[in-house]
Every structure is written in C-alpha cells, then in structure tokens.
C-alpha cells in the first residue's frame, strides 16, 4: 500500500506545476527513480531499491532536499531517509551539484545507524520543467555489520520534474 500511494503522488506532483527555473530562489522539484546500493552486506551482490525527493531552492544555486528510498532483498526490507544540503556549480542545460547530509537507515529487523553522507551528480533538462538526473552518494558511517559495509555507496537514477 505504501508503494501505491508514493506512487500516485508522486503522478499527481507530475501534472501540477508551475514554470519556474530550477535554480533560483524559490524554485522546487521533485525526483523519482532507482537506488542500487552496491554490495551493503559483503557478500557480493547489489540491493535494488526505488524512491523519490522533493527539493527546495532557498538562494541562488543552493537547496535543501528530502527523500526516501525503500530498498528490498530477499524479504528484508531497510528504508533509507535522507536530508541534504547541495550546490549547484553548474547551472545551464544540464545542472551538476555536489551535497552533503544525513542519512537515517532503518531495516525492517534490527537496529539502524544514522550517517553523514556527501554526494554528486547531475540533471539535463530536456524541457523547462522535465529532467534526468543520476548521482552518487557515499555514506561514511561504518557501524560493525560482520565487516560488511552497509549502504556505503548508492547510485541514483531517475525523472525530475522542476515546478
């Protein structure tokens, strides 16, 4: 049910918008897509989750963002939520940023870990308000899993829609 209703807000945030560039104080976007966390339990393999953000433009080239992915292997659920601040040192067609945050980490069972993460990527615009975007965050948090490195790096791809 969870999934449905993200889902469906984040349809109905596509077709309500006004034009506005991203970039500027006061512009806002919203982000949906992939998360792979490369090998967070050490045993080789990549967990695969889905997600999505909003995105506030407080000053020139600067932003607060908040989002949520769910990420799910074999019954086992962790939800990861982040808060970041990023800049904009690109700002054209297509716009790369540099960030850092936090991140809170919660498995389904057992204890979560809080971490500061710091990141990069980019969007190109294909209209004034639809886009790409794709990064990757690196979360430098290293509590005792066994020696695995949980959620440590994760690569994000997905739509942005600017408003």
Partial sequence: ??????????????????????????????????????????????????????????????????????????????????IDYKYYFLTDDFKAFGKVGFTSITPEEGDGFSSLNLGVGGIYGFSDNLGAHAGIDYNLAKPDFDGADPFGLIIKFGITYMF
């Fill in 1 to 82: 049910m969870k999934k449905f209703t993200i889902l469906t807000l984040f349809t109905a945030f596509l077709f309500v918008g006004m034009t506005a560039y991203a970039q500027e104080q006061g512009g806002m976007m919203i982000h949906g897509g992939l998360g792979i966390a490369t090998d967070p339990n050490g045993l080789g393999e990549s967990v695969t989750g889905f997600g999505g953000g909003f995105e506030y433009v407080f000053a020139d080239a600067m932003s607060g963002t908040v989002e949520y992915y769910s990420y799910s292997k074999d019954d086992a659920t962790s939800g990861v939520l982040g």
